[in-house]
């Protein structure tokens, strides 16, 4: 099978590939890793007089850093090479489980950070993570750099801020100190496919008092979010079986709150709260 | 659409080749250079048929676009036997029938070649991880899991324990 026939440019430099970026009349696609978009690519209407923008000559996109900030990603940076990475697991635990799970071995090689989230799929694998960390998104035009809090990045299933003319680069996340973590994934088969429900939970406590919870859940909601009513409710509180046990329920009905009721909802509902339970417990350690 | 001329080096031979960017490196390794023993499955990357190792990393070659691959190096299934000798994971796949009607096994091959580069030592789980991303639809994976821990154990240069070693023993 050939893919239908398209322009393909790959730019040596950012600049050039803003330039490509802005001066094209007709659609015109970044390519990172390419594993959704190539995908696509098979599909004549998407193709057609379409301009692929190769950016696998940009290497100043990948790698990870850690400085005052925190940590700083390059948005070409692959799956496998924030799972790897020594810095991830230690600054950013849950991404690295997430960048450890998505898709299989052969689409983690491929597969970019910020391919992931500007496809920004409602089950994107590492969005919620990203969004226990309040990751900022650095994103370029040929004017001007701008950088945007990733929630507010995020407008709908497959839908975001970024325009055409411009480019995701880089990631930073705030340094967190002294969370624990837990991250729970539902999925009917260990790889391939895509989450049914994904749970990141970070937690910061003083003795069993938890003082700060942050707590995101994927592929529930049409846009993955953080639920902020049962992060408030949890404020202050020892933590306890119980306690968790009621987080997971609460967590149910704010996320089917956001969502609306749907066919899927007597499922999902004590699923999502079950598997907030268990996050929570994960981070709590018991 | 304009053709490109790339530079790929595959199973140890450099090529130049002329290609239109709608090709695939998949394409490019069964049509111009009549390397078949890659196969295309589903095309959308998640059968892992046309799995090969691009800078020793396995990769989906049906979702790579010819011109992404420029300058790289590609290890296929042609690549794995060397100087007439077969690969240790390739003898393993014989002597525990890892494989019934075979279209999956180049892809699990390589897969699993990538892995115990990088891990020659594997848990169980570790491979059947390392394996997750090519599918077999004939062998329910047992024997496939039971060939790449032989290998293993083969490549580390302990003697393995393959079926027909076990089968002599048990006369």
Request: aromatic share 6%.
């Amino acid at each position: 099978m050939h893919l239908p026939a398209f322009q393909y440019k790959r730019p040596g430099t950012l600049r050039e590939a803003l330039e490509l970026l802005s001066l094209s009349r007709g659609p015109v696609f970044p390519l990172a890793g390419g594993t959704d978009l190539v995908v696509q690519l098979r599909k004549k209407s998407v193709a057609q007089e379409s301009l692929l923008v190769d950016l696998g000559n940009l290497t100043e996109l990948r790698g990870v850093q850690l400085d005052s900030n925190g940590l700083q990603i390059g948005a070409l940076t692959t799956h496998a090479q924030l799972a790897a990475a020594p810095l991830i697991q230690t600054e950013a635990p849950l991404l690295a489980w997430a960048c450890a799970r998505v898709g299989t071995p052969q689409t983690r090689a491929r597969g970019t950070l910020g391919g992931n989230v500007v496809h920004a799929s409602p089950a994107a694998d590492t969005i919620p993570p990203l969004l226990v960390h309040e990751a900022i998104l650095v994103i370029c035009s040929p004017q001007a750099k701008r950088r945007s809090a990733l929630d507010r990045f995020l407008l709908g299933p497959y839908r975001t801020t970024k325009r055409t003319d411009e480019l995701l680069v880089a990631f930073s996340l705030p340094k967190l100190t002294n969370f624990r973590y837990g991250y729970q994934r539902l999925i009917r088969r260990q790889a391939v496919g895509i989450a049914r429900i994904i749970v990141a939970v970070a937690l910061r406590f003083e003795g069993r008092t938890i003082c700060e919870a942050r707590l995101a859940c994927g592929a529930v909601t049409p846009v993955a979010c953080r639920l902020a009513g049962v992060e408030e409710w949890l404020r202050g509180k020892e933590a306890t079986p119980s306690l968790f046990q009621e987080a997971g329920e609460r967590a149910g009905r704010e996320a089917i709150a956001r969502s609306g009721p749907r066919w899927s909802t007597p499922y999902k509902q004590p699923v999502l709260a079950s598997l907030v339970r268990r996050a929570l417990q994960q981070a709590g350690g018991f | 659409m304009e053709a490109l001329s790339i530079q790929i080096k595959v199973n140890g031979h450099s090529h130049r080749i002329q290609t239109l960017p709608n090709r695939r490196l998949l394409d490019i390794l069964r049509e111009d250079l009549f390397l078949t023993g890659t196969k295309e499955g589903c095309g959308i990357g998640e059968c892992g048929a046309c799995t090969v190792l691009l800078d020793g990393e396995a990769v989906n070659a049906c979702l790579i676009l010819a011109p992404q691959s420029d300058g790289r190096e590609i290890l296929t299934i042609e690549g794995l036997a060397e100087k007439g000798f077969l690969h240790p994971l390739q003898k393993a796949f014989i002597d525990h029938f890892a494989f019934q009607c075979g279209f999956c096994t180049p892809g699990m091959l390589m897969a699993a070649k990538a892995l115990l580069d990088v891990n020659p030592n594997p848990s169980r789980e570790e491979i059947r991880q390392g394996l997750a991303g090519v599918l077999c639809r004939c062998t329910g994976y047992i024997q496939i899991i039971e060939a790449v821990e032989d290998a293993a154990r083969a490549l580390s240069g302990i003697a393995g324990d393959s079926f027909t070693q076990r089968k002599e023993e048990a006369r």
